[in-house]
Structures are given as C-alpha cells and as structure tokens.
C-alpha cells in the first residue's frame, strides 16, 4: 500500500475510532435527542465504512484489470505511451505562435526580460536587461 493510501486509511481508522468511543460515552444519556444523535451517527459510521470498503474493493480490482491487461499486452501499451508521448510533443506551448512560419514572424526582443520576484511585496515584475 503506497504511503498516501496508508495516511487516509489510518485517518479513516481513527475517526471511526472516535466516533465509536462517543456513542460509548454517551451510552448512559437517555435523552431523546442524544439517543436520536447517536443512533445517527453509529448509521452514517457504519455507511462510511461499507462505502470505504467498496471504494477500496473497487479500486484494488481496477489496478489488477490494469496490471493484467498491460502484462497481456505489453508493446501495445508501450505504443500507446509513445504515442500520446509524440502527441504532446507536437501540439504547440498554450499560448504561443502554432507554426514554425508564426515563431518567425513574431517580432524579436532587441533584449530579453527578466522576471524578477520583489522581496518586499513578493510579487513578480518585469524588468528589461539592457545588453
């Protein structure tokens, strides 16, 4: 289980944790509305739980259909990364000319800018170089 999947479960463990130790402690409070309270939230505890397990469940199963399937076809898998690999290596930066002919006719800085971030305001500003 990697590291971040580790975090949530333990996160998950604990409130569960917690909410189980408040129904507890509250065991001997027979009002109406904490009887209600509690009886709602030993419900909303025991859905999330059988929703983490599906979640977990489904995923888990989805990584092995995934592994298997790039285990049983492994050169496909290999063209199909090169080849959204070569897609975006084609496609032009967002914002910038689409074309070699539009990157020569775009007009030439007769000095580069600089981006410079201010220490006292910490917001970046331009500012010509001069050669």
């Known amino acids: 289980m ?3 999947t580790q975090e949530v479960t333990d996160h998950v463990n604990a409130l569960a944790e917690d909410a189980r130790a408040l129904v507890a402690a509250t065991a001997h409070v ?4 904490v009887v209600q309270a509690r009886q709602r939230l030993a419900d909303a505890l025991e859905r999330g739980q059988n929703m983490y397990g599906r979640v ?3 995923a888990v199963a989805e990584v ?3 592994d298997r399937a790039l285990h049983e076809h492994p050169y496909q898998a290999i063209g199909l990364a090169f080849g959204v690999g070569v897609l975006f290596g084609v496609l032009p930066p967002a914002g910038g000319p ?15 800018t600089l981006w410079c971030t201010s220490r006292v305001r910490g917001d970046r500003t331009r500012r010509e170089t001069s050669r």
């Open 2 to 4: 990697s590291k971040n």
């Open 30 to 33: 027979a009002e109406d509305q």
């Open 56 to 58: 977990r469940d489904e």
């Open 64 to 66: 092995r259909a995934t």
């Open 98 to 112: 689409a074309t070699a002919r539009d990157r020569a006719r775009a007009p030439a800085r007769s000095h580069p």
